[in-house]
């Protein structure tokens, strides 16, 4: 069964009229016949009274009608759906971020924003870190990562990572130590200094780039502490146990106690980037890395 013919077979059922229907479709009479003939021909039934001057619905004809009407309706609101899913109207959109990430200001404003222009949109969170987020994004369980490049784990040529934010890495310490008097700090000063620091196996990006760092001035962090999470690391710093290098977001876990410096050395920077699969067509990839990129 065409729906061709159905959507023919309903027009005429409204209007009755063979020259009023044709022209309603925009088509000429005869291929308007010939679609009803060949629906009561698959049919086997007439759906039409005709004579040279009346048009009427015959039982099989309103018996029909009301079917017509609802496949047609159903056919527009499959047409619909698939154009709201490829639009990126609907679906699901599963984002990946770090722990630190969350505390950037821009994270709440970029998840508010999309979520304003796509409320049928399903944004499933999944807090990660920087090298379980390029796993998961080269597996296809994550359709985007919001994360820094991690040096000990291969990036996946069908990624893209686009900069989102360059930030300083912060020294955080205890109010009480000598390194808030001096005017200038640098990251040889912090040779021989107990350490508080992510685990080296959870793969956090910041961790690495801190040891990369010490390691580029001849020194290993003399770490004396692990911590899982970046409010934890604060609040171990605030009890005078040891230092930390933060990305300067998380200025934003205000203990007291805590001082934040910055170094006074050019590479001391961090950046987050988000990552996505090249090429991916799913069009809430896109609006969503262009409402990044936009607000950043």
């Given at each position: 069964m065409h729906v061709r013919h159905l959507e023919y077979f309903v027009v005429l059922a409204e209007e009755l009229h063979f020259r009023r229907s044709a022209e309603r479709l925009g088509i000429t009479q005869a291929p308007l016949s010939l679609a009803i003939q060949a629906l009561e021909t698959e049919l086997g039934a007439r759906l039409f009274h005709r004579t040279?001057?009346?048009?009427?619905?015959?039982?099989?004809?309103?018996?029909?009608?009301?079917?017509?009407?609802?496949?047609?309706?159903?056919?527009?609101?499959?047409?619909?759906?698939v154009w709201q899913t490829v639009s990126g109207q609907v679906g699901r959109l599963r984002l990946g971020f770090?722990?630190?990430?969350?505390?950037?200001?821009?994270?709440?404003?970029?998840?508010?924003?999309?979520?304003?222009?796509?409320?049928?949109?399903?944004?499933?969170?999944?807090?990660?870190?920087?090298?379980?987020?390029?796993?998961?994004?080269?597996?296809?369980?994550?359709?985007?990562?919001?994360?820094?490049?991690?040096?000990?784990?291969?990036?996946?040529?069908?990624?893209?990572?686009?900069?989102?934010?360059?930030?300083?890495?912060?020294?955080?310490?205890?109010?009480?130590?000598?390194?808030?008097?001096?005017?200038?700090?640098?990251?040889?000063?912090?040779?021989?200094?107990?350490?508080?620091?992510?685990?080296?196996?959870?793969?956090?990006?910041?961790?690495?780039?801190?040891?990369?760092?010490?390691?580029?001035?001849?020194?290993?962090?003399?770490?004396?502490?692990?911590?899982?999470?970046?409010?934890?690391?604060?609040?171990l710093t605030a009890t005078g146990l040891g230092i930390a290098l933060v990305p300067a977001t998380l200025k934003a876990i205000a203990i007291p106690g805590v001082v934040f410096r910055e170094l006074d050395d050019d590479d001391t920077k961090t950046t987050l980037y988000i990552a996505h699969r090249h090429g991916d067509v799913n069009s809430r990839v896109q609006q969503f890395v262009e409402l990044a990129l936009a607000l950043r």
């Open positions: 040279s001057r009346t048009v009427a619905l015959t039982e099989a004809g309103f018996s029909l009608m009301n079917d017509a009407r609802h496949i047609l309706a159903r056919i527009d609101l499959a047409k619909e759906n770090t722990n630190a990430s969350s505390l950037s200001p821009l994270f709440p404003r970029l998840i508010h924003a999309y979520r304003t222009q796509r409320p049928n949109v399903q944004i499933g969170l999944h807090e990660l870190s920087s090298s379980q987020q390029i796993e998961q994004l080269d597996a296809r369980e994550l359709d985007v990562g919001l994360l820094r490049l991690p040096l000990s784990t291969p990036l996946p040529s069908n990624l893209v990572f686009t900069p989102l934010l360059e930030e300083p890495l912060l020294l955080a310490m205890h109010a009480a130590h000598p390194l808030t008097k001096a005017t200038s700090i640098r990251l040889a000063d912090l040779r021989g200094e107990p350490f508080i620091a992510y685990p080296r196996q959870a793969g956090v990006a910041v961790h690495e780039q801190t040891v990369a760092l010490c390691a580029k001035r001849g020194f290993e962090p003399y770490v004396v502490q692990e911590a899982q999470q970046a409010s934890t690391l604060i609040g």
